[in-house]
């Protein structure tokens, strides 16, 4: 008798042990599954909106480009939710973040990044910037030294010790005062090889082109006078390893990087334009698995 009371309390202990499993990871994936969408004021009062999915060590971060917003990595969100706590911003001026600010700068978005850290308590963050954010993830490597491990550009970075004229400056940002959303578009449309899906093309020329002028003119602005003045002392000083997923559409001055950053490591995607993570999700999450893992085993040998 007593050894069937064993077998029973076994048995018991066993069956409560498979539901909780069961429903813990019911819990996480519920977790995965639905986003929890918050906001935060930045520095100077901007409201910043951003995403939350999923559970895991560590956070991703991914900061959308020029006009662009978070929805610009709806396919990485749901591909490294799985395993990763992944987070979106809209940076102010841009998606569901407020308006209001007088200048559009990196420097002032890696602040707003940092805020966003600093909200959610994240203690352990690899940030991914495409375009012009991979100015601002560097930026706000230098200012969250302690908690990054690494940084990915996204298309970015391709010749750093490039200086824009005020000649050049002038003639460049001339059609955008004219007429922004047809300078815009103009632009955007050029950022694709032949092969891109037309749709897709016109998807993000549409978008990107209806951003508000000020913030946009702004933006190319403040981009051209941080890499004109602080891009390279901001590699000097963010001590993170930098690596980058590119297009091979345009070549990326590696050697050139490697003078100023701690370490600096390229993948390139063929067949694809500017917007990697958009034109060939599948090949893209592939290659950003592999770097986020390669920085994850990086940060473990320290």
Known sequence: MRKKSKIIIILTILVTSSIYLVLITGCNRQQSANPVIGTVLSEDGIPISYQVRGIGKPALVFVHGWCCDKSYWDSQVKFFARNYTVVTVDLPGH??????????????YGK??????????????????????????????????????????????????????????????????????????????????PSTDSVLVEKIVIDMSSAPP???????????????????????????????INSDKVPTDVETIRKYA???????????????M?????????????????LIDLNAAK
């Open 95 to 108: 998606g569901d973040s407020g308006m209001g600010r007088k200048e559009w700068t990196i420097p002032a």
């Open 112 to 193: 707003d990044i940092a805020v966003v850290e600093k909200k959610l308590g994240l203690n352990q963050v690899i940030l991914v910037g495409h375009s012009i954010g991979g100015s601002v993830i560097l930026e706000a490597a230098r200012r969250m030294p302690d908690t990054i491990i690494g940084i990915i550009g996204v298309d970015t970075f391709h010749n750093v010790e490039l200086k824009y004229t005020p000649e050049f400056t002038d003639t460049y940002l001339a059609p955008f005062y004219d007429d922004f959303a047809e300078a815009t578009a103009n632009m955007v449309r050029n950022m694709f090889i």
């Open 214 to 244: 000020e913030v946009g003119i702004g933006e190319l602005i403040g981009n051209g006078n941080y890499h004109n003045d602080e891009l390279l002392q901001t590699f000097r000083e963010a001590q993170v390893p930098i690596r980058c």
């Open 262 to 276: 701690l370490s600096f490591e390229v993948k390139y995607m063929p067949d694809v334009g500017h917007f990697v």
């Open 278 to 294: 958009m034109e060939d999700p599948e090949t893209f999450n592939r290659l950003l698995e592999e770097t986020v893992q390669k």
